[in-house]
């Protein structure tokens, strides 16, 4: 192979890393333009109605840290816009595309739910995959978004190895003979372990040129670095909740909504590059959306339907 064909695959390598959901995707996924992709709708439920969104804090998170991401969930709602533009809120409407697409009238309302703070790490600070799912299952048992987010000094199976996160489903509540599920979404925190993968642009990459990172706009690499996961995985679970919603390629490893656009968030963007950002004229940090209580935060493109492109709000 020559260096420069080691060099792309390299920069494809990272980008892998950044919006992953369910499983690792394989390396041939990201080589295809995500301008002629078209994700395929498997006739599956899509996740509609009054969802709560469900904290559990795992290991040791700063206030401020908790603040950071509860802010970005409640800006998700267009009840409590942003009164500046772009906002969190008009980015998640992309996902409403996906609804009409499908030919559904339901709708999908986000609102913030309880949060769980588990500081003393009962099941270590190596966890599995069924653990996550176990820790899951302390948010609500039904209409829920249970979100576990792993401090920097917790590892989970495969983090920093092939993912940022999951997501998925899991049994939940059984209410007069009925079974429900709740969906559940995993993000650890990389700024200690692998940040040059999980937390980038806010960090150098660990491959491709060592330009200087950008500054995260609320002054935490590892927390904004989990919150352009979270978002991703968020639309991934929306659009996808039970592994038979949209997605391309295999359903164990899928390109959702946001991952179908690897390394976009503005304009310009290419590999390596996250394109012609907004920048905090007082802090110089980058951003592309504001939220609720004069928060910034940089969220992942999303593959619009109704285009066939990766669609971006700056």
């Not at 994700?39 to 969104?53: D, F, P, T």
């Not at 790490?121 to 249970?146: C, F, H, M, W």
């Not at 012609?276 to 951003?287: M, W």
Request: some cysteine; proline content about 6%.
């Amino acid at each position: 192979m020559s260096s420069s064909s080691h060099f792309i695959l390299s920069l494809f390598v990272l980008i892998s890393f950044i919006n992953v959901c369910f499983a690792s995707r394989k390396l041939s996924a990201l080589v295809q333009d995500p301008q002629m992709q078209l994700l395929e709708y498997h006739k599956g439920a899509l996740l509609s109605g009054k969802i709560s969104v469900n904290l559990i804090w795992y290991g040791k998170f700063k206030p401020s840290q908790r603040a950071i991401v509860s802010d970005f969930i409640t800006s998700l709602s267009s009840s409590t816009p942003s009164k500046t533009n772009p906002s969190v809120a008009q980015w998640w409407q992309t996902t409403e595309k996906y609804y009409h697409l499908a030919n559904s009238n339901n709708t999908l309302s986000l609102n913030l739910s309880k949060q769980v703070l588990i500081e003393n790490y009962p099941l270590g600070k190596s966890l599995t995959q069924k653990q996550i799912v176990q820790l899951a299952s302390k948010g609500e048992q039904r209409d829920a978004i249970n979100v576990v987010l792993t401090a920097s000094d917790v590892a989970v199976d495969g983090f920093c190895v092939n993912r940022c996160g999951t997501h998925g489903s899991s049994k939940g509540a059984v209410i007069k003979g009925k079974t429900y599920k709740f969906a559940y979404i995993w993000v650890g925190n990389s700024e200690t372990l692998c940040p040059g993968y999980c937390a980038w642009p806010f960090h150098q990459p660990i491959y491709g040129p060592q330009s200087p990172p950008l500054g995260a706009p609320n002054n935490d690499v590892g927390v904004d670095g989990m919150v352009i996961n979270l978002a991703s995985l968020l639309a991934g679970t929306a659009t996808n909740p039970f592994g038979n919603g949209y997605y391309q390629g295999e359903a164990d490893a899928p390109l959702e909504a946001a991952s179908a656009c690897p390394g976009v968030y503005a304009k310009g963007a290419y590999p390596g590059y996250a394109g012609d950002l907004l920048v905090d004229k007082t802090t110089g940090a980058s951003y592309n959306a504001h939220g609720t209580n004069g928060r910034k935060y940089l969220v992942p493109a999303l593959y619009d339907p109704a285009t066939s492109s990766c669609s971006t709000l700056v």
